[in-house]
């Protein structure tokens, strides 16, 4: 089983940076892709980027060129780098683990990621 966790959410304005880290313990060796979600309240879990055992990073239109995910090796830290932050980012972020391959934003599917964090709240507001 794998324990993640994130954490570097918090408020800014908007224009501003923020940097999200998601910490993993346990067996991480089989994982495919990670996956840094966000949802709001009323709206589906939408994946914003990911991470595949490639290194090929992906992300959706909503945040490219704004924010930008890394790894260190053998997934024992995820990042997210957000800059430019924009109200409509205000979210509660969530990193997530897959043993099947999958790529931001076309080829996401919930069912395949067994492994989640708590989350952690990012508020863009003036």
């Known amino acids: 089983q794998l324990h993640l966790a994130e954490s570097g959410g918090g408020s800014v304005q908007p224009g501003g940076s923020l940097r999200l880290t998601c910490t993993t313990r346990?067996?991480?060796?089989?994982?495919?892709?990670m996956v840094w979600f966000r949802q709001v309240p009323g709206k589906e879990r939408e994946g914003v980027a990911s991470f595949d055992n490639y290194g090929v990073a992906s992300y959706a239109d909503s945040v490219k060129d704004r924010f930008t995910i890394t790894e260190d090796n053998a997934w024992n830290t995820l990042y997210l780098e957000m800059n430019s932050l924009k109200p409509e980012d205000s979210a509660m972020y969530y990193c997530?683990?897959?043993?099947?391959?999958?790529?931001?934003?076309?080829?996401?599917?919930?069912?395949?990621?067994?492994?989640w964090g708590q989350g952690t709240q990012v508020t863009v507001s003036s």
């Open positions: 997530a683990a897959s043993r099947v391959w999958c790529q931001v934003p076309d080829y996401i599917r919930l069912s395949d990621f067994r492994d």
């Open positions: 346990g067996y991480a060796y089989d994982i495919s892709c």
